[in-house]
């Protein structure tokens, strides 16, 4: 699989690592980054329709043109955009997989934990 789609926060120092994680875990050599403070939160509650249909209007993009297969929604710890501890953003991850797949069901979406190391782990 050449390319797949993160949604993930706007932070930078979860960005190498989610990379990383793509690349090592997945054979990914390319991540399209869609970037938002706290997407998980616009996702899970679905409420800001500009934020929501921006995210998925990004998704397409990268499925059409560049083939993604393969989407994970991420959280991270000290979240400046979602500041809520660890299991309320991965109750917000797990709605947000579910939201994704009613609109994109033939792809594999993820769910990602950054904790305060950086380290990475399925949700």
């Not at 710890?77 to 579910?98: R, T, V």
């Amino acid at each position: 699989m050449a390319f797949c789609t993160s949604i993930q926060c706007m932070v930078g120092r979860i960005q190498d690592p989610i990379i990383k994680y793509f690349k090592e875990n997945h054979h990914i050599a390319y991540v399209d980054v869609i970037t938002e403070p706290g997407p998980r939160k616009i996702l899970a509650m679905n409420n800001d329709r500009i934020s929501v249909n921006s995210i998925i209007k990004r998704n397409e993009i990268s499925i059409k043109k560049h083939g993604s297969k393969l989407i994970a929604i991420s959280g991270h710890h000290d979240c400046a955009g979602n500041p809520c501890d660890e299991e309320i953003q991965k109750q917000q991850i797990i709605k947000s997989i579910k939201h994704l797949k009613n609109i994109f069901s033939e792809l594999k979406i993820i769910g990602l934990w950054i904790d305060n190391e950086w380290k990475i782990k399925g949700v």
